[in-house]
């Protein structure tokens, strides 16, 4: 991905950001330096804290990258999947309702969502919801649609 520009975020915008990662997902990010990263070829905007891509923009809202949310551990917004399903959604499946173990009840159609690993709680990928949380585990369906995933563009771009 070609970087078309880059600046640092004023301290207002720091704040913004911060609230709106804490109200989401029950993270607050620390870090010394905030830039925002533009680039050539994609519609993807980056926050880089501390040189790392750890926020990015999907459509209007900003939310934590895989790399993000691994740094921070969300506990809202937050959609378990077993064994069976690792491989896929790290490849940028979109979730199936089979796969899921278990999904916080905060979530809300259209949320931003990050999508964990039930073995060690490693996040895999970032999607949209398609259903409320308490929908989210059954037997058949796609209930999140896959964003970001590990392995892709954003998740591989270093500041």
Known sequence: MQVKSRHHLRSDAVSDLEDVLEEQLGVSPEGDAYERVEFEDT???VVLIDGEPQVAEFGDDLFLTVRGANAYEPEKRLVTVDAG??????????????GITEATADISPDDLVVIAEESHGKVLAVGRARVDGAAMAGDEGKVVDSLHHVGDELYEFTG
């Open 43 to 45: 519609d993807w905007e």
């Open 85 to 98: 399903a690792v491989s896929f959604v790290s490849d940028g499946a979109d979730v199936m309702r089979p």
